[in-house]
């Protein structure tokens, strides 16, 4: 008998371990405890992909972490090895802000769909996360790996990601598909696996380009499918592109997410990104209650 994918979701989330402990704070969080959020920005976004002086960069702007690229193995910071975790986690230290996730841009140039090599690089990020303490991981889905209208590669993506799940879910770590795919279609291949180890990352400008209505989408996602956003706009600072962030607030508050926002993107016109991103940081703060 084929078991009901509710229960089956409960069963496989009281088994993550590390997971549970998140899920009853998350739980508490939407019952009515203040919900604190922590702005962060993607290293490659902020003149850093790939190394650790970004850290120093975010503590610069006013950030409390940095989404950390991870990428194929013998790259300079190759986060498989020990010394560059150490190294990581010595700056991070140092300049008091966190690595808030790990990030697979590389996925955009080898699609994790068709290739081999990518399915044993995700399984090392896995390996990688728990040592890092961090918790989730963006897989992204775009140029050579885009798989919007293919359904070939959507069912791929699904049967890749449902053989790695358990190790994530022992793990205690999420993976966050992020791509083109509307809400159904995330939704469809997150059923198919049936693992709260897999997940969404969020991307509202990426979703507003795609004529998704980003405020619904939210809500119908969740809490429990979404594991990060990203900020973002196109060409424009926050707060002065097409994405309204205090309807974003809003949508975030009726799932309950108190997740970490990661701010993408988002370059005013004549300004430089640490301007810029200073300008976005404080943006954010005024509207999501935050420590800082």
Sequence with gaps: MRTPALHRRDVLRAAIGSAVAWSSWQSLLAAGEERLFKIGACDWSIGGAGKPAALQ???????????????????????????????????????????????????????????????????????VLPKLRVKVVLLAFFIA???????????????????????AEKAGVVLGVESWLSADDHLRILDAVGSPAVQVYYDVAN??????????????????????????????????????????????DDIGYAGWLIIE??????????????????????????RS
């Excluded at 790996?145 to 190790?167: H, N, S, T, W, Y």
Aim: glycine share 8%.
């Design 145 to 167: 790996g885009d798989i919007k209208g293919r359904p070939e590669l959507q069912k791929e993506v699904a049967r890749r990601l449902k053989k790695v799940a358990p190790q």
């Design 265 to 290: 993107g988002a370059v005013g016109e004549g300004l430089s990104m640490q301007e810029s991103y200073v300008l976005n940081q404080k943006f954010l703060r005024s509207i999501f209650p935050t």
């Design 57 to 127: 960069t975010a503590r610069e702007i006013g950030l409390d972490g940095v989404q950390v690229s991870f990428g194929q193995p013998g790259e300079p910071y190759d986060l498989r090895r020990e010394e560059a975790r150490a190294e990581y986690q010595r700056i991070a230290s140092e300049q008091k802000v966190e690595i808030a996730s790990l990030a697979m841009g590389i996925l955009n140039q080898r699609p994790y769909a068709s290739e081999p090599e990518p399915e044993a690089w995700v399984a090392d990020c896995i390996e």
């Design 207 to 252: 979703s507003h380009l795609q004529g998704y209505d980003i405020y619904r989408e939210i809500r119908q996602l969740g809490r429990e499918r979404i594991c990060e956003i990203h900020c973002k706009e196109n060409s424009a600072l926050l707060g002065k592109g097409v994405v309204d962030f205090r309807k974003v607030k809003e949508a975030v």
